[in-house]
């Protein structure tokens, strides 16, 4: 349904009374509402048609439910919009099938009209020459090295790494993944303008002193107050002329095209547009860049005026109150922050920097429902009802699932737990089967399973990108009103009954609930009773310096040990036939795999092999030795003969947080607590996030009391 209606103007006859509509798509409220505004300026200036506005918040799950509200609406001639790239590519198809003509003003992703002929024009250029624009700004001001980073959005993430990957220009290009010049004097933040803020404040706080660079989204009035002294020399990226003219110039072409075509619907729409607009499109409906205002420009951040300019890096978080803080944005923590948020409680999370670990940047990413521990299997069971297993719709996140089906290899000590959990699964309506070993080499005659006793099959399970669905899960907390607080949490102090004090690097918060998902940095932060005594957080993690810990949550049993720091290693390599192979756990050796579809590693197999390397500084990224390789490829060949002689393409390392029985530490710390557990998950972490979160939110909800959401 329409937001509101701005109405035509009655002075003179107009194409609106000749019955012409057009509905705006945009984020008129939401974190991304200052674009939004663009746009009912737009429509507001050119009254001669009847312009209904329908908001989308900025959310790609919203996006197509609008599209689909548009499109029974019945009434309207063309669109404009969706301001979201993402949003867009999801609403163009219930469009085009439907006939009705799109204009989008200020989506900017690559490749979003490709096989959409006759069915929209886009507006602005796209950021392959946004971020050529800024490389060459980068090089005209006399810069040779620059660093690129992100604000942790997904959005920010494929700016970053479209931009790394442009052809080469002479610029010496770094980030997280490939290493910062030394050399650097500017630096590239992209992502969202309240993100891309924070990061950069952030960076000036760790002492990068030389010139910024921001995406288009930073375009917009309010960001000069957002980055605050942080800015410096700043500069930002956005389209010629600035954004609010390309929208007034296409609502200008809209308003003369529709009176020209009156009467008229779908192609011939878009030939008038075509005709009356200041620049030239191809045929797919891209704009011919340079050729009229289809064109990027790098101008200088304004300086902020009046108050903002004496406000401190940070101050709009200082002091700040929160019903919830979730520490750690990795997917245990961003789901859980997603859930709370969308129930409707104040929720701010922390987010690491580059420098600290991740579990979720280093995971594999395989998801199924099966697990041999009832515990783990009951939350992996919850999470394919809750994600996994859904079919993509407007209310789902976007993750990226790929299907490969799944193989749960077994011992004969495995097998009368898989009896029971097969059962469990297919009373859920989970497909799965208990196959024989001579089933399975009829299956799969490319896996060696000669000491295989049998094998649970899952033929819905695979595996998912867990930085994206990690982005996904804080994309859309933070389109609810969650926030993201720059700097590591340092200590967390009970002052009052009814709330724990936070303190971070660069500012100090209060919350009435903690939520504790910081994996593998849980023992650097003070104040809880998972806490290690290391003085200044930089230590390594001794196991005998945990302090004592109590009953795990929810239970009277005392763990032996505290949890320890574990390393996990794996390589892809290829194979020709990688498609065809499904996903790997083998509980006989520990070794697993699973195939990679898209990617540097495409159409390769990723395997991994266990290491006893115990109490390991966290840490994590691209790259392992030739004799790490050569581990890999000598503990899984007997299980995949064809690794012997198969190529390797790449490698990565991390760590994760292991209990002694495998099992997370989920829930409150104790009974009159203000701490709610979700860490030390051993490696299960991701197949089970979204359950876990769901169950966090009931424990904060609970310690919060009835007026958790009132």
């Known amino acids: 349904m329409p937001d509101r209606s701005l109405p035509a103007a009655p002075a003179e006859a107009t194409a609106t009374d000749r019955g012409v509509r057009a509905a705006v798509v945009g984020p008129f409220s939401g974190p991304r509402a200052a674009w939004g505004e663009l746009l009912e300026r737009g429509a507001a200036a050119h009254d001669s ?56 003003p200020l989506a900017t992703a690559p490749g979003l009209l490709t096989g959409t002929t006759g069915a929209a024009l886009r507006w602005c250029p796209d950021d392959l020459a946004q971020l050529a624009e800024l490389r060459a700004a980068v090089l005209r001001a006399g810069h040779t090295a620059v660093a690129v980073d992100d604000d942790g959005s997904s959005y920010g993430a494929v700016l970053a790494q479209l931009l790394r990957v442009l052809p080469e220009d002479g610029l010496e290009v770094g980030g997280p993944d490939t290493g910062i010049p030394a050399d650097a004097t ?31 989204d930073c375009a917009v009035e309010e960001f000069a107050e957002l980055l605050g002294e942080a800015a410096g020399e700043a500069h930002v990226a956005r389209l010629q002329g600035g954004a609010a003219a390309q929208v007034d110039s296409a609502f200008a072409t809209v308003a003369k ?77 961003a789901a859980t922050a997603d859930v709370l948020a969308r129930q409707g409680l104040r929720v701010a999370m922390t987010a690491p920097s580059d420098a600290d670990p991740a579990a979720t940047t280093e995971s594999g990413g395989l998801v199924r429902a099966y697990d041999p521990d009832p515990v783990i299997r009951a939350l992996a069971l919850r999470s394919h009802h809750l994600a996994w297993g859904r079919e993509p719709g407007p209310d789902t996140l976007q993750t990226g699932y790929e299907r490969t089906g799944s193989l749960v290899l077994l011992s004969e000590g495995d097998l009368a737990e898989a009896e029971k959990g097969v059962a469990e699964l297919t009373a859920e309506g989970v497909e799965a089967t208990l196959l024989t070993p001579a089933e399975l080499r009829e299956l799969y005659p490319a896996l060696d399973v000669s000491d295989v006793a049998g094998a649970v099959w899952e033929p819905g399970a695979g595996y998912a990108d867990p930085p994206t669905v990690a982005r996904g899960y804080r994309d859309r907390a933070c389109a609810h009103g969650a926030v993201v607080l720059p700097g590591r949490v340092r200590l967390l102090e009970r002052r009052d009954a009814d709330r724990i004090h936070v303190l971070l690097e660069e500012s100090e918060v209060s919350a009435r609930a903690v939520v504790l998902a910081a994996g593998t940095g849980t023992p650097y932060i003070q104040g809880h009773r998972l806490s290690a005594d290391v003085p200044d957080g930089t230590a390594g993690q001794d196991p005998d310096a945990w302090q004592t810990l109590g009953p795990r949550p929810g239970t009277e049993v005392l763990p032996a040990e505290a949890p320890r720091t574990k390393r996990i290693r794996y390589a892809f390599f290829e194979h020709p036939d990688g498609r065809t192979l499904p996903s790997v756990i083998d509980l006989v050796t520990g070794v697993w795999g699973r195939p990679q579809h898209t990617g540097p590693a495409a159409d390769g197999y990723l395997v991994g092999r266990p290491v006893d390397e115990w109490d390991v500084e966290p840490d994590g990224g691209p790259g392992v030795t030739e004799e790490q390789v050569e581990h890999i490829r000598e503990g899984t060949t007997h299980r ?53 979160a769901e169950q966090v939110a009931a424990h904060v909800r609970e310690m919060l009391g009835p007026e958790a959401l009132g």
């Open 186 to 216: 500017a630096l590239i933040v992209c992502g969202t303008h309240a993100g891309a803020a924070r990061t950069a404040r952030a960076r000036r706080a760790a002492g990068f002193t030389g010139t910024l660079y921001f995406t288009d």
């Open 640 to 692: 995949w003969p064809w690794l012997a002689d198969a190529e390797f393409l790449l490698g990565r390392h991390g760590v994760d947080l292991y209990t002694r029985d495998g099992r997370p530490v989920l829930g409150p710390e104790s009974e009159d607590s203000r701490i709610v557990f979700a860490t030390g998950w051993s490696g299960s972490g991701f197949k089970t996030a979204p359950a876990a």
């Open 49 to 104: 048609l009847d312009w209904d506005l329908h908001d989308d918040r900025g959310e790609t799950a919203v996006s197509r439910t609008v599209a689909e509200a548009v499109v029974a609406d019945g009434r309207y001639t063309l669109v404009i919009g969706h301001f979201n790239s993402a949003g867009a590519r999801t609403a163009l198809p219930v469009y085009r099938a439907a006939g009705l003509p799109v204009l989008l």
């Open 257 to 333: 095209a529709l009176a020209a075509a009156s009467g008229q619907d779908g192609p011939a729409v878009l030939d008038a547009l075509r005709a009356h607009a200041d620049r030239e499109f191809t045929a797919e409906g891209e704009p011919v860049p340079g050729r009229g205002g289809a064109a990027w420009e790098v101008v200088p951040v304004p300086a902020p005026t009046g108050a903002a300019a004496s406000v401190p890096p940070d101050a709009e978080h200082e002091g700040k109150a929160y019903d919830v803080l979730v520490i750690g944005a990795g997917v245990v923590g």
